[in-house]
């Protein structure tokens, strides 16, 4: 005589043989009342960042590179297997030396930079050259196709900021070489054509043309207006790169952020469904993150994932802290996910 368990046993491995399961089997572990990520709080320091670009720089041809990019990209801790920063982004950052050239290439994954330091590197997207400047946020819109080169003096260093793992979690990541080894045929950048879109009379052509290009000094100017006027209790004043073609978010997976905290300032905690990975821009203070603190300085970055508390603070009382940040916030709202709660009080234990 079988037990009720040695029937159900039975029944499940015919289930399987016949390529099927039965729910019954789910552990409750995987039906949980909060959202769950295997992501970790991390913090990168530049000391390391900086130090492994340059033994990068003079070990690393960028054509030996398969990527053909000299990139150091930042690991999180918990997800050791895939490499990447979070389930959902990649954070990384690449110098380029002068006279070097990053051939251009396209894929499916969307990406942008936000420049470091340097200047004298352009990087062309569909062809068109934009110089880019420290602070600057330049954007390469999925299946462009782009390259970066060097004309200037010193090394140049910027953050690739890309939304792979999302992209191959839906396994449909394409990438192709540009066929012409010659280079991209480039026009020079010019801004008026951001500002305004056109097409010829009698054409029906959809324009949607995304613009490229967000410039540092106007950026900061925006952001120092913001922060005389309105504070957001969670975040200081803090500014969202809008995509000003659809009027939506940076990009349709990536959303950037530039956000200052006043000498002295520290937000309110919420936590939220979406994951935010920050660079230091300028200054230095602590983000607690469930209780954690991590301290962080000019050039560090940091990964906040989803459903943590987190809260932010400028350690200084006499410089402001500029931070800069890249969050899946876009996909979340797409499908209904995102979700957000604040509690009013602060968890800060300084
Ligand atoms: C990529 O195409 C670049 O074009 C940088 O500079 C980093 C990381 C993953 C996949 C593609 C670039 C990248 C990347």
Not at 52 to 70: T, Y
Not at 124 to 149: R, S, Y
Request: net charge negative; glycine share 8%.
């Amino acid at each position: 005589m079988k037990t009720a368990n040695e029937e159900i046993q039975e029944l499940d491995r015919l289930l399987e043989q016949r390529l099927l399961s039965g729910l019954w089997r789910i552990p409750a572990g995987e039906r949980p009342l909060d959202p769950k990520t295997e992501v970790k709080a991390h913090l990168w320091k530049w000391a390391d960042i900086y130090d492994s670009l340059l033994k990068a720089r003079d070990q690393i041809g960028i054509h030996a590179a398969v990527n053909e990019r000299r990139t150091i990209r930042l690991v999180n801790p918990g997800l050791k297997e895939s490499e990447m920063t979070s389930h959902t982004m990649l954070f990384a950052f690449q110098l380029i030396q002068p006279g070097e050239v990053a051939p251009a290439h396209r894929h499916t994954m969307a990406a942008i930079r936000f420049i470091l330091q340097g200047k004298g590197a352009y990087t062309a997207v569909e062809g068109e050259k934009v110089m880019m400047g420290q602070g600057d946020l330049i954007l390469t819109p999925q299946w462009t196709w782009h390259e970066h080169a060097h004309e200037g003096a010193d090394p140049m260093i910027w953050i690739d900021g890309l939304d792979v793992p999302l992209v191959k979690a839906l396994n449909v990541i394409s990438f192709e070489p540009y066929p012409d080894k010659s280079g991209l045929a480039k026009t020079d950048y010019d801004p008026s054509a951001h500002s305004g879109l056109t097409r010829s009379v009698g054409s029906t052509e959809k324009i949607a043309k995304a613009p490229l290009h967000y410039r540092w000094d106007v950026t900061y100017l925006t952001l120092k207006v913001l922060a005389q006027s309105s504070r957001n209790p969670y975040e200081g004043a803090a500014l969202e790169y809008v995509n000003p073609v659809t009027g939506g978010p940076t990009l349709p997976t990536l959303s950037c952020w530039m956000q200052m905290l006043r000498p002295g300032e520290r937000t309110k905690a919420h936590r939220h469904t979406s994951t935010s990975i920050y660079h230091v821009f300028r200054g230095s203070g602590t983000t607690v993150i469930n209780g954690e603190p991590f301290h962080w300085e000019k050039g560090d970055s940091f990964v906040v994932p989803l459903w943590s508390w987190h809260e932010h603070a400028n350690r200084s009382q006499a410089g402001e802290a500029l931070l800069f940040s890249m969050h899946d916030k876009p996909v979340l709202d797409a499908f209904g996910l995102y979700r957000e709660e604040g509690d009013g009080k602060s968890h800060l234990g300084l």
